[in-house]
Each structure stands twice: as structure tokens, then as C-alpha cells.
């Protein structure tokens, strides 16, 4: 488990570099973003990140079919998208808990006692969703 | 290292910390113990019955779900209630009250155990309050250490702040609320210091059954929020902070919503924005400060800055056309009540009726907190020292239900908690700093000096300090002889070396029989406010006989069972809404209003009913087919709590619905006095209220004067005739009078002349019997 989490670090100094060479601002201190987070990140977290992303897009998605076709079963609507938050919102919360970076601050969190928590946290979660779609 | 009184030596750290849990064990128990039986003298003085007027209709939906099931109980519509309109149960409780009485009752039942359902009732909240002192241990050993924890559940277990709410049969919401109350905010800081979601969800899951359970839960959803907004602005965001406030939200609003009562109210009304708001709030910080952790440019800092503001300010925009649209509800009148305490009055008079609604009077802060109160700000700035993050916690609770706690009554109950758990840190760093053995370490030749002091033991801590210091003060002090520039500098070379700290077992001992001895006298004062003030059913009375002896006024229920025994099962019994619930629960029969205020203007109607003559009342008792009218009355036995006390309050509301018809300065006489003898003002006599409450009342006392003792005014000899409505029961005391409506006259003639034509064919109509006797 340990091992895969150690590639951090040691890049800022080639942000600074990529930020100062280029003309426009915006697109490079975008691209200077993106090139920390590929290089910065462990695969874990980014699959983490894939999952984040997809619960962002699915919650849009409820979202823009209520705003434009119908809020009609107000209650499945809020369940659907209460889950997809509540789901983003505990994912986002397992990737605090065990991003190396964050390490001191989660000192009596271990990796193992983070992903149960995920998986408690969902299950409450979805108990309850599955209680309110009626 | 000194010790100001001998330690044995000779334990092994195990034993102690063993030692040390086994008596905090017993001390618990012993806690529990306590604040379950202070609550029982309720029951040892009267009876095991349910208190007050509320609690009779938790009581009854209570009896239905045990007999019924939940389903019925979830679909309960119950036509006996708001006659004609009905009311659905259901869906307008918090019902889990009733859900922890009927697991209680179906556990018991289980195992074979046949307790009365109303045994558990009246004990639930006993019970629940030895859970409250463990929820508040916990807190406490959060904020301190275990010690204070202790003290701090000591001080719950028998505080008369939260005595007041939680006597046995005081079968309300707040009796399992504060316990939950607590242990959501233990779980909430547990959460928070850990960065733990599992503890966000259990908080989260308390705080369901904290909403299914009363309407206070509002102040969790505002105080976690307004905690996590502090943090933020202190600039102390963590990811433990987003961890813990994350899970705690999103899984708590979803279960809130399943509470019918609640709804989407949590996603549709300005006081539930506010966590949303700070939940919206972290998801950008916590997104920039990853962000911030990839690139460090300057550049993208202060664009990253500017895009966080922005959203910030968008999302209060959006917040603010949303409520403007109509789509997120506006502040109720209940909140606007809290800011601006005569809001209550001019718009919504029937909040402003209830008792526990008016602002607090400073001698009640005394008598249900005594000496807690003037702990409570030695506590909160104790939590300023450290100020971690749960103690910035205790302080915003603190400031936010002290204000409450002045505007209402009731809200006494939320700053009790923290005014013990403040008052238990201050004073467990007191005892800390006193008990602690160790003396503070000083210079050699000092040592000797306040040793030797000490051995004499007659010196005190000052005098051996001033030898001390004296000795060590060089011999530029010698000039100085006086005893008072030795203290000075002794003072002084003690502050500049830090020479802080108590010398000598007595000093220590003074201030720590100060401290038990102020303890002592606290739990005097609990016992005391407990068994004299606190535990009184209200609907059984007691007064005292000339020879000391307890005498019970059992006037509420006499009048209830003659209800339930001589009326037909549907007949209709109208009285002000306080007594509703009662008459639903004792007498079982069909009420107009009851303590379920939700329909403004079918209590207006009362209103209007009750203050009208009796011509234009009569239509309005036939309308909604009214069979008995129901009033109280004590005026012959100086019951204050009576329905002319209240009256004014009927004809404000009523006042509200019908401008017109109803005008307050008209029960005034001109002198702007509310009299009720032969100087009260012509609407006054005229109304019904007042003639039900005095009809034949000057007859109890023959030729001689009626006095009405609650009131010390002199009745008028000819009392008020009744047309319209007959006496049906008076009970022993009077304090409830039943007042029969009467049938149209079957000729068709008006009750008025067929009253007069009956009267003139014979003097004396028969009158029904009532059981009363005079007594003085």
C-alpha cells in the first residue's frame, strides 16, 4: 500500500519555470496546473479523481433534467442528486484522507480506517436515498 | 521536586490509571443514579401521570402506535381534533418521541416484561436524562480531560435548567432532544478533530433522530455551519474540516427529508441556507486549496483568490433571487420572533400567548443555574487560552444560546448544556491547579527557606514566598524593613522568575473547601428547586392544609372523567386551546382547538366566540356543532393560571381575524383597567367568557361578598344570566366549569324569550345538580 504513494514532491520549482517562459497567462497557468497534477499525483488518487469527475457529470446531468424538463417526483429528483453529491462529497473526503500530502493532518486516520469510512458513510448514504426515491 | 503533601511512592502507573477508571465508573453511575432520581419527585410527591398539556397528546399518539403499529400510526388521521377540519398525525408530528417510547415498549414486551405504556412514558425522560450526562461527559472530556467531563455530567444530571424539561411524565420532545443534542455535537467534534467521516455519519444519523424528534433541531443546523464558517474565517480550513463537515451534511439533509413533518424544507427555506452555504463554501476552498497545492505561482493565487470571492458573492446573489422568487421560502415569523422580541406580539399574538415564548427574567437564570452562571464566563475564557478548534466551538454556543436564552424562556434549556460544560471546565482547572501535589520548583537556597516554612505550618504560602524572596532579594533590600516593601519585592523577584504556584498544603486546602463547599450548596439548591418548583403534574394541584399536611386538587380530571362518563363518545367540546390536548387525552372526546397551533383562525373563532355576547357566540357554537363548552376558572380558589387571565389573549387573536367585531380596549374600562367587578366595561359583562366564568358565583357565597381571589375584586351581587348555554358540571374547586349548549327551542321561538316565557310560567327552572361545595 505504502510504497505507490511516494512520487510527490520536488516539482514546483519546474512550475515556476514553465509559468515565467510562456507569454499569455491563462493557458499556461492552466497547462502549468495540468502538468503539476499528471506529474504530482499517484495513480490511486487519480483514479479517485476519474470516479470525482464522472459523480460531477452525472450531477450536472440530474440537475440540467430538472431545470429543464421536469422537478416532477421532487423527492426522486432531490434522492438522485443527493446521492451523486453525497457520493461526491464522501469519494472527495476518502481522497483528503489519503493523499500523502495531507498526512500529518490525518494522524489517527489510517488508509484501511479511511476507505471503511467510505464504505460506511456510502452505505447510510444510499439508505437513505433508497428510502427517499418513493 | 517539592510536594506540598506526601504521594505514596510506591504505585505503578497501571494501577493507577486502573484506580483512576474504576472510580470514574462509580462516579458515573453514581451520576446516573442521581439525575434519575432527582427527576422521580414528580411521581413520590403525586403519581406516575403525564404533566402539562402537551405531553397528553404525545402520550395519546404514543398509546396508538404501541396498540396499532407504526403504519397506523404513520397514516393516523384523526378527525377528534380540530372538529371539523381533522387533523393528519402523521404527517404533522416529530414522531420520534413516540417511535423511542414504542421500541422501548415492543423491547420490554419482548422479553416478557408487561410495562404499562404509560410507565414508560413518564420515565422515558429519567431515563434519557443519566444518557444526556454521558453525551455530555464525552463533550467535556473533548474540550479538557475526563476529570471535567465528570463534573460536567454531574452538573447536567441535576442542573434545575434542564430538571425543568425532563421531570418524570414530562413526556416532551426536549426530553430525548438535549441528549441528542449533545451527542450529535460530541460526534460533530469527534469528527472534527479526527477528519473522520465515519464520525460525520454517525453525527449525522444523531441528527436525524434529533430532527425526527423536535423542532429545535434548527439550532444543529445552524451552530455546526456557523462553526465551520468561524474556522474558515480564522483561516484554520483543514481537511479534517472538510471530512467531517462534508459527510456530516450531505447525509444528514438527505435524512432530514425523511421526516414528513420536515420535507424539503431543508432545500426550500432560509434557515436550513445556511449550512448549505458554508457546505458550497468548503467544496470551492477545498478545490482551491488543491489546487494551490499543484501550482504556486503568484498569478494563479490571486486569480485563484478572485474566482473564489466571485463564486462566493454569485452564490449569496443567487441565494437572494431565489428567495425573492418565491422559490426558497423567507425567514418565518417564529425566527423574526428571536431577533426582535415585540415582533411576536404585533403580528403573530398566538406565539406571543405561550408562556415559555416571553423573554426571560434575570432571576430565573439564577434559580435554574445557580452557581453555574457565574462559572459559565470563567469557562468560556478558559476556552479562549487554548482555543482549539473545539473550543471555538463552545465559545460560539456559548454567545448564540445565552442571546437565545434571554429572548425565551424555553431556550433556557439549550444554554444549559453549555453553561455546564464551561462552568465544569472552569472549575476542573481550578481543583487541577489546587489539587496538584507538586510545588513549583525554585532556586536552591529557596527550597529551603519555603521548606522550612512549610514544616512550621503555621506560616502561610504568602509568608514563606516572602522569606524566600527576602533571603534571595539582595542586600539592596535590606534598607527596606517593612514587611510590606518585603512582600513587594518578593512579589516582584516572583514574577520575574516565574515563580508561580501555591506553597503548602493549607493554602490549597482552603480554596478546594471553598470549592466543595460551593458544591454542596449547589446541590441544595437543585434538590430544593427540583422538588418544590419543577415537579408539579399541573394537572393535579396541591396546596398545603393549615397543618402542613398535602392537600391534591384533582378539579382537571374530575371534570375530564364526568366528560368521558356523561357524554355521548362524539360529542363536541370547545375550550381554549391550551386545554385541547387534554381534553383529547383524559376525556377523550371531540375539541375545536387544541395545543397543535397550526390554524390561526380556527382559534380565532374561539376567540371570537368566547369574547362575543351570547347572541353572536350561539351561532358560532351551533356552526360547528358545539356541544359542551369547557372553562377554567379560579377564581374561588386563587388559581391564577385561569381563562379570564388569559382572555385578553383570546381577544387579540380573535382581534386579529375580526378587526371589526373585536376590539381589545373595549374589555378595558375607561380608566384603561382590566376589572372583572361592577365597574368592568359592558362588553366585558357581555361576553361569554366572563359569564360562564361568574354565573352563579355570588350565589356560593349567599348574602355576603364575592370575592374573586385571583383577582382581589369584589363580584357584582347580581351575577350574569345565561340563555343561551346551561351549567352542565362545576367541579369541587370550580376551577372547571362545563357549560351545556342548548338545542333551538323546538317552537322555533329564540332562546332569549323562550328562556324569559319559561321563567315567567315558573319562577325557578330546575337547575342540574351539581356536585359542588363550598369550601373557603
Redesign the interface.
Known amino acids: 500500500m505504502a510504497p505507490k504513494l511516494s512520487t510527490t514532491q520536488s516539482s514546483?520549482g519546474s512550475?515556476?519555470t514553465i509559468?515565467t517562459t510562456s507569454q499569455s497567462?491563462f493557458p499556461s497557468?492552466f497547462s502549468?496546473?495540468f502538468n503539476?497534477?499528471t506529474q504530482?499525483t499517484t495513480s490511486r488518487l487519480k483514479f479517485i479523481d476519474a470516479f470525482l469527475v464522472f459523480l460531477m457529470a452525472s450531477g450536472i446531468l440530474q440537475f440540467v433534467y430538472c431545470i429543464l424538463v421536469t422537478n416532477f417526483p421532487?423527492?426522486a429528483f432531490?434522492?438522485g442528486f443527493?446521492s451523486t453529491?453525497?457520493q461526491f462529497?464522501?469519494t472527495?473526503?476518502?481522497r483528503?484522507?489519503v493523499?500523502p500530502?495531507?498526512k500529518l493532518?490525518?494522524k489517527?486516520?489510517s488508509h484501511e480506517?479511511?476507505f471503511?469510512?467510505?464504505v460506511?458513510?456510502s452505505i447510510?448514504?444510499h439508505f437513505?436515498?433508497y428510502?427517499?426515491l418513493g | 521536586m517539592s510536594t506540598a503533601f506526601p504521594l505514596p511512592t510506591n504505585i505503578s502507573p497501571t494501577t493507577v490509571a486502573n484506580t483512576a477508571s474504576l472510580l470514574r465508573i462509580v462516579a458515573f453511575g453514581l451520576i446516573s443514579g442521581a439525575a434519575i432520581a432527582s427527576r422521580l419527585f414528580a411521581v413520590i410527591n403525586f403519581e406516575s401521570i403525564i404533566h402539562e398539556f402537551d405531553p397528553w397528546f404525545n402520550y395519546r399518539a404514543t398509546r396508538v402506535l404501541a396498540a396499532k403499529g407504526f403504519y397506523e400510526f404513520w397514516n393516523w388521521f384523526d378527525p377528534t381534533a380540530w372538529y371539523p377540519l381533522g387533523r393528519v398525525v402523521g404527517g404533522t408530528v416529530y414522531p420520534g418521541l413516540m417511535a423511542t417510547s414504542g421500541v422501548i415498549y415492543n423491547f420490554l414486551h419482548y422479553f416478557n416484561l408487561p410495562v404499562d405504556i404509560r410507565n414508560i412514558c413518564v420515565l422515558l425522560a429519567p431515563g434519557f436524562s443519566a444518557l444526556t450526562a454521558w453525551a455530555t461527559y464525552m463533550f467535556t472530556a473533548e474540550m479538557k480531560d475526563p476529570s471535567a467531563g465528570l463534573l460536567a455530567a454531574a452538573f447536567i444530571g441535576i442542573v434545575p435548567g434542564y430538571i425543568s424539561r425532563s421531570v418524570a411524565g414530562s413526556y416532551d420532545n426536549e426530553a430525548i432532544a438535549i441528549f441528542l443534542l449533545m451527542i450529535t455535537f460530541y460526534l460533530w467534534i469527534k469528527a472534527l478533530k479526527l477528519g473522520s467521516a465515519l464520525f460525520g455519519a454517525l453525527a449525522a444519523i444523531f441528527y436525524f433522530y434529533m430532527v425526527a424528534a423536535w423542532g429545535g433541531y434548527a439550532f444543529i443546523t445552524n451552530m455546526i455551519p456557523v462553526h465551520a464558517l468561524v474556522l474558515l474565517i480564522m483561516g484554520r480550513f483543514s481537511g479534517r474540516l472538510y471530512v467531517a463537515y462534508c459527510s456530516w451534511y450531505a447525509i444528514g439533509t438527505l435524512s432530514s427529508m425523511q421526516v414528513p413533518f420536515v420535507g424539503f424544507q431543508p432545500v426550500r427555506t432560509s434557515e436550513h441556507m445556511g449550512a448549505l452555504g458554508v457546505f458550497g463554501l468548503l467544496q470551492i476552498v477545498a478545490f482551491a486549496s488543491l489546487v494551490r497545492s499543484h501550482v504556486s505561482s503568484k498569478q494563479f493565487q490571486n486569480l485563484l483568490a478572485i474566482s473564489v470571492v466571485t463564486m462566493g458573492v454569485l452564490g449569496a446573489g443567487a441565494f437572494v433571487v431565489m428567495t425573492y422568487k418565491g422559490w426558497i421560502a423567507p425567514w418565518t415569523g417564529r425566527f423574526y420572533s428571536l431577533w426582535d422580541t415585540g415582533y411576536a406580539k404585533k403580528y403573530i399574538p398566538i406565539i406571543a400567548s405561550v408562556s415559555e415564548h416571553q423573554p426571560t427574567a434575570w432571576p430565573s437564570f439564577f434559580m435554574d443555574l445557580q452557581l453555574l452562571i457565574f462559572l459559565f464566563p470563567a469557562g468560556v475564557v478558559m476556552c479562549f487560552r487554548e482555543l482549539r478548534d473545539e473550543h471555538v466551538f463552545v465559545i460560539i454556543y456559548a454567545v448564540v444560546a445565552s442571546y437565545f436564552a434571554g429572548v425565551m424562556v424555553r431556550l433556557m434549556l439549550t444554554l444549559t448544556p453549555v453553561v455546564c460544560v464551561s462552568a465544569a471546565v472552569a472549575l476542573s482547572t481550578l481543583l487541577d491547579t489546587y489539587v496538584e501535589a507538586r510545588e513549583p520548583d525554585v532556586p536552591e537556597e529557596r527550597t529551603e527557606a519555603s521548606g522550612n516554612s512549610v514544616a512550621d505550618g503555621k506560616k502561610t504560602k504568602k509568608a514563606g514566598a516572602a522569606t524566600a524572596g527576602s533571603q534571595a532579594g539582595s542586600s539592596a533590600a535590606a534598607a527596606a524593613s517593612s514587611t510590606i516593601s518585603d512582600f513587594v519585592s518578593a512579589t516582584k523577584s516572583n514574577a520575574n522568575s516565574r515563580q508561580k504556584g501555591i506553597w503548602g498544603a493549607d493554602a490549597r486546602l482552603v480554596i478546594i473547601l471553598n470549592a466543595i463547599g460551593m458544591l454542596v450548596f449547589f446541590v441544595f439548591h437543585c434538590t430544593w428547586v427540583t422538588s418544590n418548583a419543577y415537579s408539579s403534574p399541573s394537572v393535579v394541584l396541591a396546596s398545603t392544609n393549615p397543618d402542613g399536611s398535602q392537600h391534591i386538587i384533582d378539579d382537571y380530571r374530575e371534570a375530564y372523567y364526568w366528560l368521558r362518563q356523561n357524554t355521548p363518545q362524539d360529542a363536541v367540546v370547545m375550550s381554549w386551546w391550551d386545554y385541547g390536548y387534554q381534553i383529547a387525552g383524559m376525556a377523550d372526546r371531540v375539541t375545536l382547538v387544541d395545543n397543535n397551533t397550526w390554524n390561526n383562525t380556527h382559534i380565532a373563532t374561539v376567540g371570537k366566540a368566547m369574547s362575543s355576547p351570547e347572541e353572536v357566540a350561539y351561532p358560532i357554537l351551533r356552526k360547528h356543532d358545539v356541544d359542551y363548552v369547557l372553562v377554567i376558572f379560579g377564581g374561588l380558589l386563587g388559581y391564577s393560571g385561569d381563562d379570564i387571565n388569559k382572555f385578553l389573549w383570546m381577544v387579540r387573536i380573535a382581534q386579529g381575524v375580526w378587526p371589526d367585531e373585536i376590539q381589545e380596549p373595549n374589555y378595558f374600562t375607561p380608566q384603561g383597567e382590566y376589572r372583572v367587578d361592577d365597574r368592568a366595561s359592558e362588553t366585558m359583562r357581555n361576553s361569554l367568557m366572563y359569564k360562564m366564568s361568574y354565573y352563579r358565583f355570588s350565589e356560593l357565597y349567599g348574602g355576603g361578598n364575592a370575592v374573586d381571589r385571583v383577582r382581589n375584586q369584589q363580584i357584582p351581587k347580581v351575577g350574569p344570566t345565561l340563555d343561551y348555554l346551561e351549567e352542565a358540571f362545576t367541579t369541587e374547586n370550580w376551577i372547571v366549569r362545563i357549560y351545556k349548549v342548548r338545542k333551538e327551542d323546538s317552537l322555533g321561538r329564540d332562546l332569549k324569550t323562550a328562556n324569559a316565557f319559561a321563567q315567567g310560567k315558573k319562577r325557578k327552572r330546575g337547575k342540574p345538580v351539581s356536585r359542588r361545595r363550598a369550601i373557603v
Open positions: 514546483s512550475n515556476k509559468q497567462p497557468a502549468a496546473l503539476a497534477y504530482n421532487f423527492n432531490l434522492a443527493a453529491v453525497g462529497v464522501l472527495a473526503s476518502l483528503q484522507q493523499n500530502e495531507n493532518e490525518f489517527e486516520v480506517r479511511a471503511a469510512d467510505f460506511f458513510g447510510i448514504l437513505f436515498v428510502n427517499f
